[in-house]
C-alpha cells in the first residue's frame, strides 16, 4: 500500500493547511449517514476523489480497496465471486462508500453470527493530523505486531484520522439459507434465541417484531451455512416453535430492509421522535420504556434493540439508566426534523462504570493521531 497518488498529495495539503489554520475538517464519502453522530458544520473533506479496488483475492479472502469507493462496487465485485461481507453493512443509501461503511462501524443482521465490521478489517492506510501517509496490519489475518490501529478505525466517525485504504476480509457466500417465521412473545422469543445461540445450530441472524406492551410478536431467523446443516436444523428448530419457511425472495427482501431499516417500526419516524438502539447483553429480558412507541425490533438474539420514543433529554436520560442497569448502552440513532441537533447522542465512556477508564486512553490516542485537533469535528463524544 505505498504507491502515491496525486490525490493524497492533495488530501495531505488540505490536512496541513487545516492544521496550520486550526480549522477542523468533517470527513464524507457519499454522505448516506451524514445524521449519524454529532451533526458539525465543518469543513468538508470529500473521500471520494479517491475510489477504486486495489488488490482482490479471492482465494485468500481479502479485499483491499480505496476509501472513497462505492460499496456496492466492491459488493458486486464480491458477488461475482461469491463472496459477501459477512457481517452486512448498512448502506442506508444509493451512494454509500467503502470508508464511510468502516468509519460508522456499523454492521447488519448477521453480526451476530460473525462478528463485527472491526473484526474483520486486516489492514489500513492513514494519513494523520500531522499529514503523515501512514500503514498498519497487513492483508492476513496474522498480524499481531504492536498495537493494531486499523482495528480503531470502525466506528471512529472520521474523528481520528483520514482513511485512505484498507484490506478486509470477507467470506464465501453460505452454501443453504433458510428462513423461518412464527409468531411468539418476547419472553419465549430472548429464551429461545439464546438457548439456540449456545448449541451448535447454523443460526445466522434474528429479528423479533411486537409490541412493547406483550403478546405475541413475529419472530424471524435465518439460517445459514453448509446444505446439510441448513437441513437438519429446519425441522428441528421449527417444530419448537410452530414456525414455517419463508419463500427465498421474500426473506432476502426482509433482511435488506432491516438492514436497511425499511422495515415500518423504522419509516415512521416522528417529527419529535427519536430512533433510540440499545445494545444489551445477552441475558437481558424484555425491558418497557415509558413513553415508547408501541412498535419495538430486536436483533441479534436481543442484544440490538430498536425503539422509537420522544426525542427530549429526558426520555434520553430514562433509556441510558435502563441500559446501564443492564450493563449496556445507549445512542440517539437517528432523530426527527423537530428535535434539538445538539443533542448528546452517545453514551458517553464516563456515565459507565466498565467504560470510564477508556476516557483517557481515547484521549491518548487522538492527541497522539491527531495533535492539532484537525478531525476533532466532536461526531464521536
Known amino acids: 500500500m505505498s504507491h502515491s497518488h496525486p490525490q493524497i498529495n492533495a488530501f495531505q495539503e488540505q490536512i496541513l493547511n487545516a492544521a496550520k489554520n486550526k480549522t477542523p475538517l468533517s470527513i464524507e464519502g457519499g454522505g448516506t449517514k451524514a445524521w449519524y453522530g454529532?451533526?458539525?458544520?465543518?469543513?468538508?473533506?470529500?473521500?471520494?476523489?479517491?475510489?477504486?479496488?486495489?488488490?482482490?483475492?479471492?482465494?485468500?479472502?481479502?479485499?483491499?480497496?480505496?476509501?472513497?469507493?462505492?460499496?456496492?462496487?466492491?459488493?458486486?465485485?464480491?458477488?461475482?465471486?461469491?463472496?459477501?461481507?459477512?457481517?452486512?453493512?448498512?448502506?442506508f443509501g444509493e451512494h454509500a462508500t467503502f470508508g464511510g461503511a468502516i468509519a460508522a462501524g456499523l454492521a447488519g443482521p448477521g453480526r451476530i453470527a460473525v462478528g463485527n465490521f472491526r473484526d474483520f478489517v486486516l489492514g489500513a492506510r492513514i494519513i494523520d493530523g500531522k499529514g503523515q501517509d501512514l500503514s498498519f496490519?497487513?492483508?492476513?489475518?496474522?498480524?499481531?505486531?504492536?498495537?493494531?490501529?486499523?482495528?480503531?478505525?470502525p466506528g471512529s466517525l472520521g474523528t481520528l484520522a483520514l482513511l485512505l485504504e484498507a484490506s478486509v476480509?470477507?467470506?464465501?457466500?453460505?452454501?443453504?439459507?433458510?428462513?423461518?417465521?412464527?409468531?411468539?412473545?418476547?419472553?419465549?422469543?430472548?429464551?429461545i434465541l439464546n438457548e439456540w445461540a449456545g448449541q451448535p445450530l447454523p443460526l445466522s441472524a434474528s429479528c423479533w417484531i411486537g409490541s412493547t406492551t406483550g403478546g405475541d410478536g413475529e419472530l424471524t431467523f435465518r439460517l445459514a451455512g453448509a446444505a446439510a446443516?441448513?437441513?437438519?436444523?429446519?425441522?428441528?428448530?421449527?417444530?419448537?416453535?410452530?414456525?414455517?419457511?419463508?419463500?427465498?425472495?421474500?426473506?432476502?427482501?426482509?433482511?435488506?430492509?432491516?438492514?436497511?431499516?425499511?422495515?415500518?417500526?423504522?419509516?415512521?419516524?416522528?417529527?419529535?421522535?427519536?430512533?433510540?438502539?440499545?445494545?444489551?447483553?445477552?441475558?437481558?429480558?424484555?425491558i418497557t420504556i415509558s413513553g415508547a412507541s408501541d412498535e419495538i425490533v430486536l436483533e441479534w438474539h436481543g442484544q440490538q434493540r430498536w425503539i422509537t420514543a420522544p426525542g427530549d433529554d429526558a426520555t434520553f436520560k430514562a433509556i441510558k439508566a435502563?441500559?446501564?442497569?443492564?450493563?449496556?448502552?445507549a445512542t440517539r440513532f437517528k432523530q426527527g426534523a423537530n428535535v434539538d441537533p445538539s443533542n448528546q447522542r452517545f453514551t458517553l465512556l464516563s456515565e459507565q462504570a466498565h467504560s470510564f477508564a477508556l476516557e483517557a486512553v481515547q484521549e491518548r490516542l487522538r492527541s497522539a493521531f491527531d495533535p492539532a485537533g484537525v478531525f476533532a469535528t466532536k461526531r464521536l463524544p
Not at 138 to 146: F, I, Q, S, W
Not at 257 to 284: I, V
Open 38 to 91: 454529532n451533526p458539525n458544520g465543518y469543513t468538508k473533506l470529500d473521500t471520494r476523489t479517491y475510489s477504486g479496488i486495489l488488490e482482490y483475492q479471492p482465494e485468500e479472502l481479502v479485499i483491499t480497496a480505496c476509501a472513497g469507493t462505492p460499496l456496492k462496487e466492491i459488493e458486486a465485485a464480491l458477488k461475482e465471486k461469491n463472496q459477501v461481507f459477512a457481517f452486512e453493512p448498512p448502506h
Open 137 to 153: 496490519g497487513g492483508k492476513v489475518m496474522k498480524n499481531v505486531a504492536g498495537y493494531d490501529v486499523s482495528r480503531l478505525l
Open 169 to 191: 476480509k470477507v467470506l464465501p457466500k453460505p452454501a443453504a439459507t433458510a428462513t423461518l417465521r412464527c409468531q411468539i412473545s418476547q419472553e419465549k422469543a430472548l429464551k
Open 229 to 286: 446443516a441448513v437441513k437438519a436444523a429446519i425441522p428441528l428448530m421449527s417444530s419448537l416453535v410452530m414456525a414455517t419457511e419463508v419463500n427465498p425472495e421474500t426473506a432476502e427482501h426482509f433482511w435488506n430492509d432491516l438492514r436497511e431499516q425499511k422495515l415500518s417500526a423504522f419509516a415512521n419516524l416522528g417529527a419529535d421522535q427519536t430512533l433510540y438502539r440499545l445494545a444489551l447483553p445477552a441475558a437481558s429480558g424484555p
Open 322 to 329: 435502563i441500559a446501564n442497569s443492564h450493563g449496556g448502552h
